[in-house]
């Protein structure tokens, strides 16, 4: 019998993008209008199925036939926000894992009233991913200016560690060091590169991704860290073979291929222990 | 005197490529949030003018001064509905040439409608294009998932042969072989490869070709040919030098202003018949 | 004491630079859906701080905290111009300097009429940025086609001066040779190459520099030379690394954060005079 809160190793994430690798899931991303390309690129790359379906009309529909859903609340319309409510509402009632991005919570007020009511309005999410600014804010700490984290992941743990526990979700803190708690566990990822932060999107493709992951397992923290591991390990190989923010990018999404779950767990650089 | 059913030649296909780069095309596209940035990219790099011009205040006048219009339903908002509407009823007043993208078309119910209403809204569309299975739901049938086909290009024929002939468009089928088709001739395109299915907004962007090609040559399947050639071969000489999705993009972009029509000429593979 | 109309030279643009550098300014970036990625790309290429708020639940807000701000009107649609209004209110509040990229002026009425709102809504535009035909439609002229000049640049000097004068703010023209004027300083940028006509949105981004600049200096001819300088230098050094417009692009993110401020002012070759 499988434990209640099994570990997380490298080999258990290797397997896990071996079953996501496989699986190929469909990612439905309600994302935010500068990251669409970057978000559907990654996912292709990393080998699930993108598909973008924010319209009110059809995003409970297809977010009941979705592997995973991301609601992400960067650049949100009352449009854009209806669809969001839908989707959430349609992955709920099929038991549809979704991910939800608090980009510039705290920052922004509008925002951050949408990001809390999403959280309480049907099934909570499967994970919050955020940068630190935004898991504080989310939780009701002041934000940070904009998509940037004006705070260290270390500083949002209390945060994160609450959000996990009142709401029943995973809670992925990004940063220099990635932090990822459900309340009882607590798993830090070490690998990454500073040129992450000079090419838009990535933290925001990482929430696409951690919903991909979800879809083909139900151990959210192994869904997080998996998705987590592969971004930031294609991230450090990426880096060596480029000169700067372009050629990076061009890189990242080669090696979101090139990457085999055999590199992914001789190269991961975790540890952890109780929230 | 040109009989009224030329056959489709790689010297037609490579004399229409001539005309289409001394002519620079303007083509408007009013198509997904994903692809925008994409398909203006792969505009410009096959020779193209691109220009998005997706509100429902402008859609109409612009369609009479564009050459060719692209309708993409990938993302579709009221807003841009009803700007596809516009930009359909002005170019039908211009005897400007639209090319209508059934995205996800047969998936969901919404679109599917939208798509169906467009078809026979004002003139019919110069070319219809989409994978098989969402020709196969234009036409009536049940769709895939997402953008994904699940049908082979083979099993859509009779639906793109009914679809054309009730409509009096010509069809492009998308897939490992591409069918193209007005109910008369029938074209198969060999080029091509797998990296295709790598990067998003790839089948996007050659309804915005084939919108521009119509631009310059009244034979719609002469245009959606040689559209299709061009993208499928500028694919072959990229995935040669590149080694994921990421590089491969990139490429393809470089081989799309690259490839003359002696060199599409020398390596269009393509067989055809009657539909 | 600084003179009120200091010369602009190399070594001026250099220094501001490297203001911007070590100041990392926030840009709201209120753009079009084509080139939304493409802009915050280029923003943390060269250093910058990019930031989509284009809600009007939000715009004023965010507005106040911004460095600067960009409004361009690729894709205007109801919701994003209300936006826009109240981005402007918010700046002119603030004091935050905002430019106006008028995509298409003169060429469709709607948006033209909406530019010219724009213009004397608050506090007018630090700096206004377009092509020829652009800033000719705008200043009551006619227009091009669609985001393409038909016009050159020293065909729109006239206009450029009237606006700059009328509105007390820089007008920037784009084009083989970029002309800045405040109407009594005139500065020609003579660097640049053909290849950035071939990928979309470069001129779109540069109002985003122009933006990010004009942060850290309130010399707006300053503002707008240096960001043209940045620009269209490393467009040189991507043109010689690059074989078509797809590496070219990714050449140019690479080299806008590897050009130094001495890299610049060695490279940059600027006359003027008086307007």
Redesign the interface.
Known sequence: MTPPHPEITPAACAETLQTFRDTGP?V?SLT???????T??VL??AGA???????P??AA??AA?AGGVLVNL??????TIAAMEEAVRGASAAGTPWVLDPV?AGG????TEVGRRLLSLHEPPAIVRGNASEILGLAGGAGG????STDTAETALDAAHALACEHGTVVAVSGEVDHITDGTRLVRVHNGHVLL?????VGCSLGALMAGVAAVTDDRVLAATTATALLTIAAEAAATE??????F??????????ITPEGLESRLRIDGGTA
């Open positions: 469909l439905q935010n209008t500068v990251v669409t390309n970057w559907a690129n292709l790359a199925a993108p598909a973008m379906v924010d319209n009309h059809e529909e297809f036939v960067g650049t949100p319309q009352v449009e510039a922004l007020s509008w925002r200016r904009g998509v940037d932060t000079r090419v838009t999107g480029s000169r700067g923010p372009g050629s990018a061009v890189a990242l999404l080669d090696q979101l291929a090139l």
